[in-house]
């Protein structure tokens, strides 16, 4: 059957779909196994709300069957649904309701393992900042071992100093950098442990912090980012002479050196500004504005 109108060809295909599911409901009658394998095929097909549904009607129809075969299912089926919900409908409440269900049920099992992965992430696309805390510290305290377990300890850090919570910012991240020194991660933990100084105004600690990344990681990209947020830190207390020598370090191997450079030059122009000027050096006098300001004066 063919149609020359999009919504027509999307009819044929939903029908198509439906009639699937009709069928293969009617075959795989009282066996939750085989329709999940169906919701699979679904899924494969690219029917992923239809296959949502089947998978759901799987979770129906077992209840709460007990049993190692049905536990197994109703595994699979909260998997498959949370997947589907997540990377396929864009619905990140409802992956987060089938994973969290998951990992309530079944705390050990591999699919609980990878639903933690990412139910906090889920959490804070939904704006729950208390309930992605808690879904990445249950990945960490799970699993340390696994992977991404410094990568959650990471998000933890940083959604605690997006709260201002500076002091425990600062202690999460100091266990990615103990827990996992080897990690790639440590310096970037290391550099947002200096920036929580640096965000709570304190601004001595920040920049003893922010010279000690650079020493630790001298030559990187992370130790470039230490020595500029070192500089933006000075230039904040004023300390412009020092500031420029900070950005001038690190302008080589920054990624965005266009930024570097700004601020290189903001901290130039007023070292220029603040400097003292001779009277008699009256080019220098005019490109300060001093004898336009003179001549004003006397009018």
């Known amino acids: 059957m063919r149609t020359s109108e ?60 007990r049993g190692e075969e049905a536990d197994r299912v109703r595994r699979e089926a909260l998997k498959l649904s949370g997947d589907l919900c997540a990377v396929y409908l864009d619905d990140p409440r409802c992956a987060a309701n089938q994973y969290r269900e998951l990992v309530k049920r079944y705390p050990t099992a591999p699919e609980a393992f990878e639903a933690r992965e990412r139910l906090g992430d889920l959490d804070l696309r939904i704006g729950d900042v208390r309930g992605a805390l808690e879904a990445w510290r249950d990945q960490v305290a799970t699993a340390p071992d696994r992977p991404g377990a410094d990568a959650a300890q990471l998000k933890i850090a940083r959604a605690l100093l997006e709260q201002g919570q500076f002091h425990d910012a600062r202690a999460a991240a100091a266990e990615v950098q103990s827990r996992w020194p080897d990690s790639p991660l440590a310096a970037a933990a290391a550099l947002l442990s200096a920036s ?3 965000l709570s105004g304190r601004h001595a600690d920040a920049i003893a912090a922010y010279a000690a990344v650079e ?20 230039a904040e207390m004023g300390n412009d002479e020092d500031a420029v020598k900070a950005y001038t370090d690190a302008l080589p191997r920054h990624d965005s050196p266009d930024a570097v450079q700004f601020a290189l030059e903001r901290a130039e122009r007023r070292l220029q500004r603040g400097a003292a000027v001779n009277p008699h050096n009256m080019a220098a006098v005019w490109d300060r504005g001093l004898a336009r300001a003179g001549r004003a004066s006397t009018h």
């Open 6 to 65: 999009s919504g027509g060809t999307r009819s044929v295909v939903n029908t198509r779909a439906l009639a699937l599911v009709l069928v293969g409901s009617s075959l795989a009658c009282g066996r939750p196994a085989a329709r999940l394998e169906q919701a699979r095929d679904l899924a494969l097909s690219g029917h992923h709300q239809t296959a949502l549904l089947e998978a759901r009607a799987v979770l129906l129809t077992i209840r709460e069957e």
């Open 215 to 234: 020493r630790k990681y001298h030559g990187t990209k992370q130790g470039a980012e230490a020595l500029f947020e070192k500089g933006n830190c000075l």
């Open 196 to 198: 929580a100084y640096h």
